[in-house]
């Protein structure tokens, strides 16, 4: 009897066919979560998620002959690892998969905030020629990386070609070719940008937050790409509205999707974009490939 793989959110097809190849019987039910899942769950050694399912513990409980539980990506906020563990079952992600593709975005931000090219765009549309309107360089200027780990590495590369000095704080991590280790009251005090590329941990809930902004260079920019509750969302507004900060970039927030009413969504030096950091076609493929590798590893 083959084995069964039930996969409950969108993955690259390279993945499946993987799988398929290899002679694994493969169930695409993009709806089924929630209740359906539970009852759904029964007869499949392997699950394949990315983050919309949510593998709980009544999931896990209801499960079979269930052996993996498969992430396409890095996350694993969404599966109760505590109730995996009692179960005995294998939790395999990617986490290098979209490295690259959070960093180029992460650049993006970076630039899109420097020059308010979101901004001249909405306004060039809406009849404004905003020719006088000045950008700052890249070039020249220190960047303050929260977390050197695959993404924030990938990022201290980057910025070398643009002439960037790049700092950077993370108490575990080992040292980088790109990046100068500094405490963060350091950083803080004289990056000009700051990106994060730390996991939520309790440890970096809120790690930016009003008292950090203070110590901030008056016209700093922040970048989140990371993880939503890392930053302060209304220390972040109020900072924003007052200046001290020039500008913000965010792919994630404390709730996804952000709120219609949002209050960063009424502020024109802030570039929003909607937890897309590691949507790439590369990414995405190299993500599912991965995966379906470790899974046949796994059951091999
Ligand atoms: P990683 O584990 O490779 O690196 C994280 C680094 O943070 C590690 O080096 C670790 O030592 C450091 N760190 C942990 N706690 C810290 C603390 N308190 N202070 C300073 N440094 C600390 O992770 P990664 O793959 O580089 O991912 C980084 C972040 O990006 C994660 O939050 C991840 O969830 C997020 N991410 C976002 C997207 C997206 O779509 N926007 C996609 C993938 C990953």
């Not at 993945?15 to 694994?24: D, F, N, P, S, Y």
């Not at 269930?66 to 990617?94: P, S």
């Amino acid at each position: 009897m083959p084995k069964r793989v039930l996969i409950t959110d969108p993955i690259a097809e390279e993945g499946i066919e993987k799988l398929r190849a290899h002679g694994l019987e493969v169930d695409l039910k993009p709806d089924l979560k929630g209740d359906a899942l539970v009852q759904g769950i029964q007869g499949y050694h392997v699950l394949i998620v990315r983050s919309a399912t949510k593998v709980t513990r009544a999931v896990i409980e209801a499960a079979d002959v269930l052996e993996i539980i498969g992430r396409a990506g890095v996350g694993l906020d969404n599966i109760d690892l505590e109730a995996a563990k009692e179960r005995g079952l294998k939790v395999l992600n990617t986490p290098g998969a979209t490295a690259i593709s959070v960093a180029e975005l992460t650049l993006g931000l970076i630039l899109g905030c420097l020059r308010a090219i979101p901004y001249l765009d909405r306004a060039l549309r809406t009849g404004r020629w905003e020719k006088k309107r000045k950008g700052i360089e890249l070039y020249g200027k220190t960047v303050g990386i929260i977390g050197l780990g695959r993404i924030g590495s990938e990022v201290a590369k980057r910025l070398q070609a643009f002439g960037a000095k790049v700092l950077a704080y993370d108490p575990y991590a080992k040292d980088s070719p790109w990046a100068k280790r500094v405490d963060l009251e350091t950083l803080l005090r004289n990056a000009d940008i700051i990106t994060l590329h730390v996991p939520l941990t309790p440890e970096t809930r809120h790690l930016i937050n009003a008292d950090q902004i203070r110590q901030m260079k008056n016209g700093a920019i922040l970048i989140n790409t990371a993880r939503g509750g890392i930053v302060d969302e209304q220390a972040l507004y109020d900072a924003l509205v007052s200046g001290k900060l020039r500008a913000a970039a965010l792919d994630v927030y404390e709730t996804e999707p952000l709120p219609e009413d949002h209050p960063l969504r009424s502020l024109d030096q802030v570039i929003l974009t909607p937890h897309t950091g590691a949507q790439t076609e590369e990414g995405q493929i190299r993500a599912a490939v991965e995966l379906a590798d470790r899974i046949l590893q796994e059951l091999s």
